[in-house]
């Protein structure tokens, strides 16, 4: 890995800013989901995760409670990440279908994930100041992939953590708004895509399902 973004994977581990994420991930830990009580939960803050060379850059709002809160890696050991592996599987851009644990044998091709908020917040809704302290990660993880391309923001709330982070610099970015498959260039020239999340619920309502999502994943790896 590059040691660079090695160096700030290990500031973002260790990372106390937001007390009342700390609180609430504490709680998880403590508490922590029947199918997973033999466990030992990661309960830190989460980095982000594949190729360092990548084009693509895929962000999530937050890990999840019992998923990358517990396994240490974002989008891994949960529904949403189930659905989204197939789905970047059948891409070609992962190398296999599932993400199950940190130590499963899951690559990124030309692609990196990660999450705007390194923890879960309390109804996945974070703070201003929460996203404030989490922009100096995301700021950084930018400036580290040197070839980054694309950047797929997985549902709203994380293309609007996305653009907030763009907003601080240029207010044409106020005027971006959220839609599956819609594609913004932004003023450095990296393209900001808006994706519907992997969720169980938007996959149980059809609002996504794989073949969109695949055509989706097709598409943007011919941004450039």
């Given amino acids: 890995m590059n040691h660079n973004i090695s160096r700030l994977n290990s500031n973002i581990i260790k990372c106390k800013l937001c007390p009342r994420l700390i609180k609430f991930r504490d709680k998880i830990v403590k508490n922590k989901r029947k199918q997973f009580i033999n466990e030992t939960y990661w309960g830190k803050p989460i980095t982000g995760f594949g190729d360092t060379k990548a084009k693509i850059l895929f962000v999530g709002l937050a890990p999840a409670a019992h998923g990358g809160t517990r396994t240490g890696r974002v989008f891994t050991g949960d529904k949403s990440s189930d659905f989204l592996y197939k789905c970047l599987f059948k891409a070609k851009i992962s190398n296999q279908s599932n993400s199950d644990h940190i130590k499963d044998g899951l690559k990124l091709k030309n692609a990196y994930i990660t999450a705007a908020l390194k923890c879960v917040p309390p109804e996945d809704k974070p703070l201003k100041v929460e996203l404030d302290n989490c922009s100096r990660f995301f700021n950084k993880e930018l400036e580290l992939l040197k070839n980054l391309r694309v ?74």
């Fill in 151 to 224: 950047i797929v923001a997985l549902g709203k709330v994380a293309f609007d953590a996305c653009k907030y982070f763009y907003q601080k610099e240029v207010d044409f970015y106020k005027t971006l708004k959220f839609g599956h498959g819609k594609i913004f260039k932004l003023k450095n020239g990296v393209f900001l895509v808006g994706c519907y999340h992997p969720s169980p619920r938007n996959v149980n309502t059809g609002r996504i399902n794989e073949s969109k999502m695949v055509y989706l994943f097709n598409k943007i790896k011919k941004l450039n």
